[in-house]
């Protein structure tokens, strides 16, 4: 699995683990993400994985590296994904 499946894959385990938020976007704790044993098997390096995610600005989290444990109430948001862009100018 390449990096952009895998952060597809992330995205998928947050909405269905986290909890939808007012303006779309979904919470987790890194706790729940972890000991979760779906995660476990889909992932190999969920730290890697979650950093992939931020560096593309698809999560958000305090830190940089997690670690279990220590960091299990750490809250991961998946950010709202955008609206499809309509072709307004088109129409003109």
Avoid: W
């Avoid at 995610?53 to 950010?79: C, F, P, S, T």
Wanted: charged fraction near 30%.
């Amino acid at each position: 699995m390449n990096v952009e499946e895998e952060v597809g894959r992330l995205k998928e385990e947050i909405t269905r683990l986290g909890k939808i938020q007012d303006d779309g976007s979904y919470k987790v704790t890194f706790g729940v993400l972890f000991h979760d044993d779906r995660c476990a098997n889909i992932f190999e390096a969920l730290v890697g994985t979650l950093r992939a995610a931020k560096k593309r600005k698809v999560v958000a989290y305090e830190g940089e590296l997690l670690l279990q444990g220590v960091h299990d109430n750490v809250e991961i948001v998946l950010k709202p994904t955008p609206p499809p862009a309509t072709d307004a100018l088109a129409n003109k």
